[in-house]
């Protein structure tokens, strides 16, 4: 199965395995760069779902009529923990 294809909790995982075999007594250096490789993918595939993923998120916010809407997420939001504090 492509990295790609995998959820990023199974990827993730993959790469936790990896990590933790890279850390043990590896002994065969075919071993170690082939899992290095491996990780490398893994990781790259994560941070590409992570960027996906926060492209795709959504904050619903209340309007004074009691109504619903939807705006982007912006990463000013989640350091400042709200835009109206500015």
């Given at each position: ?70 705006e982007e997420f912006s990463e000013e939001e989640e350091t400042t923990g709200d835009k109206d504090d500015e």
């Open positions: 199965m492509k990295n790609e294809k995998l959820k990023f909790e199974e990827a993730l995982k993959k790469l936790e395995d990896i990590v933790q075999k890279m850390e043990g007594d590896l002994d065969d250096i075919d071993e170690y760069i082939r899992l290095y490789e491996e990780g490398k993918k893994l990781l790259e595939s994560c941070q590409k779902k992570l960027r996906e993923y926060e492209q795709k998120i959504e904050v619903l916010t209340k309007q004074d009529d009691e109504t619903m809407r939807v």
